[in-house]
């Protein structure tokens, strides 16, 4: 069974600042991973797949990086809009998603 | 551009068939897989599986024996059939477009299971 395993559940970062979202799947993915960010009462948008690819429309200071079993989502320059859940989720074996990441802006 | 919307009824009674449609506008449903996810209120994503005009579907295999999706070419709809519902199944329902991620998504419908 896949396991998708996101580190830390919660972060609190300062605007200007870096954020580094990480997450480690239970058996290698390849680069089949993709990450999304949501908002309170909003469905998930699609940040980036293929593990380093950003999706339509997303900033520049998100970043993917990894491949196998280990993952990062960099979000340099924080900003106020930034807050949200980030979850990862492999699609190599099934469609794991990880348990999320909860993001606060100081 | 492509859009979802997801429908259907917001309660259901324990025991009983939870019944949701995906309308899809914006592209042929037969030219992609279609899938649904859900999240019960204040966790984390489940995919539940995946369909294909031609009839192919692919099921978490933790609802499988329960789930049934199916395409509607003639309507552009998918729908998600889950069968012996319990409080737990009680979640926000989310259909979205498969290309091995999901994107985009649906504004997600909130089912409760409740008598």
């Known amino acids: 069974e896949m396991e998708m395993t996101q580190s830390p559940a919660t972060l609190s970062v300062s605007p200007g600042e870096r954020a580094t979202l990480s997450c480690r799947a239970s058996?290698?993915?390849?680069?089949?991973l993709a990450w999304y960010q949501q908002k309170p009462g909003q469905a998930p948008r699609l940040l980036i797949y293929?593990?380093?690819t950003r999706a339509t429309g997303v900033p520049a200071r998100f970043s993917g990086s990894g491949s196998g079993t280990d993952f990062t989502l960099t979000i340099s320059s924080l900003q106020s809009e930034d807050s949200a859940l980030y979850y990862c989720?492999?699609?190599?074996?099934?469609?794991?998603f990880g348990q999320g990441t909860k993001l606060e802006i100081k | 551009q492509v859009q979802l919307q997801e429908s259907g009824p917001g309660l259901v009674k324990p025991s009983e068939t939870l019944s949701l449609t995906c309308t899809v506008s914006?592209?042929?449903?037969?030219?992609?897989?279609w899938s649904w996810i859900r999240q019960p209120p204040g966790r984390g994503l489940e995919w539940l599986g995946y369909?294909?005009?031609?009839?192919?579907?692919k099921y978490n295999p933790s609802f499988k024996s329960r789930l049934t999706m199916s395409v509607d070419t003639s309507k552009n709809q998918f729908s998600l059939k889950l069968s012996s519902v319990t409080s737990a199944d009680t979640a926000v329902y989310y259909c979205?477009?498969?290309?091995?991620?999901?994107?985009?998504w649906g504004q997600g419908t909130l089912v409760t299971v409740s008598s």
């Open positions: 293929g593990a380093s």
């Open positions: 914006g592209v042929s449903i037969s030219s992609f897989h």
């Open positions: 979205a477009r498969v290309s091995g991620y999901f994107d985009p």
């Open positions: 369909g294909h005009y031609s009839g192919s579907t």
């Open positions: 058996q290698s993915v390849s680069s089949d």
């Open positions: 989720q492999e699609y190599n074996r099934w469609r794991t």
